[in-house]
């Protein structure tokens, strides 16, 4: 099985695309998104290509990150330009790469693709001398711990653990590769629209 991450090209949109369909409707984003993106910022569009067939990809962009500032977080359409990007200025008007956006095919989740995605990230902002990689990690499990257990707010169900591990499934494989959330102002109520998450989201951060 021969595996490549390798940048985006135009002429894989229409697979691009197949990726994000394998995922329920309300959770896609349009061609123009996709292709906006790849236009704005080609270095930080990946793909996972498995024996000639794309079955992930990961997209990013330069960002300015205030560690004393989460309230920049307001949601992810007002970080993003609702997932267009922003014109992009010089790479060292910025110290942050911002992880837009991460699909795997439903067909294809497990593994080491999630990790070895978002490290191309933090490989290319280690090689623009940038100083963090930040996502805003929607917390999956956070509805079914509050149906299950005594509700708690957000800010505390982010932090929770059993043993070394964090209760959250996602932001336990983000704790994995060096990503967590600096502390409860990073915990952002409507941040992107989400059920199981009820809304919330964590901005999870790699101080590299």
């Not at 001398?129 to 917390?139: D, E, K, L, P």
């Not at 505390?156 to 209760?167: A, Q």
Request: glycine letters at 6%.
């Amino acid at each position: 099985m021969a595996v490549v991450i390798r940048n985006a090209k135009i002429e894989d949109m229409d697979q691009i695309m197949a990726v994000e369909e394998s995922w329920p409707e309300m959770a896609r984003a349009p061609r123009d998104k996709f292709e906006a993106r790849l236009e704005k910022y080609p270095q930080g569009f990946f793909v996972w290509e498995e024996d000639g067939r794309i079955l992930a990809t990961i997209t990013a962009m330069p960002f300015n990150y205030d560690p004393e500032n989460a309230k920049q977080f307001s949601n992810w359409d007002d970080v993003t330009n609702k997932g267009y990007l922003f014109d992009i200025g010089a790479p060292e008007d910025y110290n942050a790469l911002y992880i837009v956006s991460g699909i795997i095919d439903k067909n294809a989740r497990g593994g080491d693709i999630f990790e070895r995605m978002v490290n191309a990230e933090v490989d290319l902002a280690r090689s623009l001398g940038y100083g963090y990689v930040v996502a805003g990690a929607v917390i999956p499990g956070y509805k079914r711990y509050c149906v299950k257990n005594d509700a708690v707010p957000a800010s505390e169900y982010v932090f929770m653990k059993r043993g070394n591990r964090l209760i959250d499934p996602l932001l336990d494989m983000y704790q994995k590769i060096g990503f967590q959330a600096p502390d409860a102002a990073h915990v952002v109520r409507e941040y992107f629209p989400d059920d199981a998450s009820l809304n919330y989201a964590a901005i999870v951060v790699n101080k590299l």
